[in-house]
T-cell receptor, first 114, second 109 residues
């Protein structure tokens, strides 16, 4: 079934550890996004990529990095996790070619940093 | 800057109609989206408005007034499965989505 997958589903991580959240889509979408969702707040954009080989910073990029080596994969790395990065992380993708661009979301990764 | 406001929580009765409002302030506008998010799940697309007026899709309709910075999502013939959060998001001048905090809709029998 076409769509977006994320791994892991959930993770408990010690502060200071490095962690990579994986995201893969098979819809050949150009654009991909990483959001975090915290209780009482809207989805906040961390990083995005309009096309393979390019990335950009969103609203809350500090402490996170991304890469886009190919169309399908868009991993998000926390170099040294801190408790404030405890959140639910959603990856999304879209065609990225018009203003009516609908984003499709993966199932999310629930991350707890202790 | 940009700002989106929507009620935190609403309650409605099965079979009834409910209207969820969203107001926004933005310097650039390229459309307004509504998404549905069930607890513990990913957001899923419901509707998109870029011109003023009403867009109808079955039991769900979405309205936009750009001059008033206002949108609403209208849900008719409510079903228990409609219990979810409803997220309003505007597409800014950079074609990025700015999200509201969401409205949790509770449906009672």
């Amino acid at each position: 079934i076409a769509g977006i997958t994320q791994a892991p589903t959930s993770q408990i991580l010690a502060a200071g550890r490095r962690m990579t959240l994986r995201c893969t889509q098979d819809m050949r979408h150009n654009a991909m996004y990483w959001y975090r969702q915290d209780l009482g707040l809207g989805l906040r954009l961390i990083h995005y990529s309009n096309t393979a080989g390019t990335t950009g910073k969103g609203e809350v990029p500090d402490g996170y990095s991304v890469s886009r080596a190919n169309t399908d994969d868009f991993p998000l790395t926390l170099a040294s996790a801190v408790p404030s990065q405890t959140s639910v992380y959603f990856c999304a993708s879209s065609q990225g070619d018009s203003s009516t661009d609908t984003q499709y979301f993966g199932p999310g990764t629930r991350l707890t940093v202790l | 800057g940009q700002n989106i406001d929507q009620p935190t929580e609403m309650t409605a009765t099965e079979g009834a109609i409910v209207q969820i409002n969203c107001t926004y302030q933005t310097s650039g506008f390229n459309g307004l989206f509504w998404y549905q998010q069930h607890a513990g799940e990913a957001p899923t697309f419901l509707s998109y408005n870029v011109l003023d007026g009403l867009e109808e899709k079955g039991r769900f309709s979405s309205f936009l007034s750009r001059s008033k910075g206002y949108s609403y999502l209208l849900l008719k013939e409510l079903q228990m499965k409609d219990s979810a959060s409803y997220l309003c998001a505007l597409m800014d001048s950079n074609y990025q989505l700015i999200w509201g905090a969401g409205t949790k809709l509770i449906i009672k029998p």
